[in-house]
């Protein structure tokens, strides 16, 4: 249900009163945004980053709750949760500043997902 509160967070955070507002930001049609809520569709990874921007949230929490929400087995979904509040309560700061290094510092976006990754799985691995 994390996609339910990103939508809610960015859309009052520009101030809008429907949800068709979003739709046309997000420049998709406005029954998406029902399906969103209803969990028949999952927002996309760049649709999430997107509305974090304007929220104000940060992006790595974003992504990895809609990662919770998209996977079916509740226990994997229930690890992504735990993470992403681990995560929150720790401040992400520290977390960020790394995988900016490491994208910094490896060549391809591929492989700077690739170790941004790994790096937050070590870091998640450190507060468990």
Same mark, same amino acid.
């Given at each position: 249900m994390y996609q339910n509160e990103l939508l809610d967070a960015y859309k009052k955070a520009q101030n809008y009163v429907q949800d068709k507002q979003i739709a046309? @930001?997000?420049? $998709?049609?406005?029954?998406? $945004?029902? @399906?969103?809520?209803? &969990?028949?569709r999952h927002l996309s990874d760049s649709q999430a980053l997107f509305l974090a921007q304007g929220a104000n949230i940060e992006p790595e929490l974003a992504l990895l709750g809609c990662q919770a929400d998209r996977n079916e087995n509740p226990i994997i979904k229930k690890l992504w949760e735990d993470i992403a509040k681990k995560l929150n309560s720790q401040g992400l700061?520290?977390?960020?500043?790394?995988?900016?290094?490491?994208?910094?510092? $490896?060549?391809?976006?591929? &492989?700077?997902?690739?170790?941004c990754a790994l790096c937050a799985w070590n870091y998640v691995e450190g507060l468990l």
């Amino acid at each position: 249900m994390y996609q339910n509160e990103l939508l809610d967070a960015y859309k009052k955070a520009q101030n809008y009163v429907q949800d068709k507002q979003i739709a046309m @930001d997000l420049n $998709i049609p406005k029954q998406r $945004i029902t @399906d969103f809520r209803k &969990e028949r569709r999952h927002l996309s990874d760049s649709q999430a980053l997107f509305l974090a921007q304007g929220a104000n949230i940060e992006p790595e929490l974003a992504l990895l709750g809609c990662q919770a929400d998209r996977n079916e087995n509740p226990i994997i979904k229930k690890l992504w949760e735990d993470i992403a509040k681990k995560l929150n309560s720790q401040g992400l700061q520290r977390l960020s500043m790394a995988c900016g290094g490491l994208a910094m510092w $490896i060549g391809t976006p591929k &492989e700077a997902m690739a170790q941004c990754a790994l790096c937050a799985w070590n870091y998640v691995e450190g507060l468990l």
